[in-house]
């Protein structure tokens, strides 16, 4: 939704951009569902509220990839040590924690 508001996209006024609604529908059989006299439907919608707060540190580890990516430097926080999941698949784990690179690109300057 926050990506939706900041584009330059002129359907963007057609969207609600404070709310959103996913459809899951499931594989299996359903459950039944209370609002429907019990009937057993293989669908379920959740409603999601926007909140920048819980995407603002992923949005900016996004961009700081990004930079890095295109030659800005070396980013700073993406991971918190050597041992997370994504480090740990990445080729260049160990310069990156070996401290012989100083972090250019700083999440907080974002």
């Known amino acids: 939704m926050k990506l939706i508001a900041e584009s330059t996209s002129v359907w963007k006024q057609n969207f609600n951009l404070q709310e959103a609604r996913i459809v899951y529908v499931s594989r299996g059989y359903g459950k ?21 707060a819980s995407t603002d540190l992923l949005l900016k580890k996004a961009k700081a990839l990004k ?3 295109g030659g800005g430097g070396v980013p700073s926080g993406i991971c918190s040590t050597a041992l997370d999941a994504p480090a740990k698949k990445c080729n260049v784990c160990k ?8 972090a250019t690109i700083n999440l907080e300057d974002l």
């Open 95 to 102: 310069s990156c924690f070996s401290g012989d690179y100083k």
């Open 32 to 52: 039944a569902n209370p609002q429907w006299d019990g009937e057993i439907l293989p669908i379920k919608e959740f409603v999601i509220k926007r909140d920048d």
């Open 67 to 69: 930079l890095a990516r």
